[in-house]
């Protein structure tokens, strides 16, 4: 069975800085990619990172840039997601994704510019992890 475990969400102050985790089983991650999207309370998902598994390749949302570092450990099918600076507004759930064999390039531009159907392309989901950052 296939399984993502999200882990690591709690509560801070502003500027604080936060690790999530998400370890897979019941799959190989090696041809995979692995993305973290961000619920909201009122709003949609979005997008934040993904990380390709075979070379640790990455992308960022803007919005995440240069705050957030997603890293893997293929040795525990795993990825970490480093959040540093967190502001009030990256208070949501956070859910890890996999999609298998993915198009590298096309999940880039989607990063940035089309959640919906970045989220559509993943093939397997975690539960949420609740990120609440206080200001």
């Known amino acids: 069975e296939v399984q993502l475990q999200a882990s690591g969400g709690g509560l801070l102050q502003a500027g604080g800085s936060l690790t999530l985790s998400c370890a897979a089983s019941g799959f190989t991650s090696d041809g995979y990619a692995i993305c973290w999207f961000r619920q909201a309370p009122g709003k949609g998902r979005a997008g934040v990172s993904c990380i390709r598994m075979n070379d640790g390749s990455t992308y960022y949302a803007d919005f995440v840039k240069g705050r957030f570092t997603l890293s893997r450990d293929n040795t525990k099918n795993a990825v970490s997601l480093q959040m540093n600076s967190l502001k009030p507004e990256d208070t949501a759930t956070y859910y890890c994704?996999?999609?298998?064999?993915?198009?590298?390039?096309?999940?880039?531009?989607?990063?940035?510019?089309?959640?919906?159907?970045?989220?559509?392309?993943?093939?397997?989901w975690g539960k949420g992890t609740l990120v609440t950052v206080s200001s």
């Open positions: 994704a996999a999609v298998a064999s993915p198009d590298w390039s096309y999940l880039g531009l989607l990063v940035d510019s089309n959640s919906a159907v970045l989220e559509h392309a993943m093939d397997f």
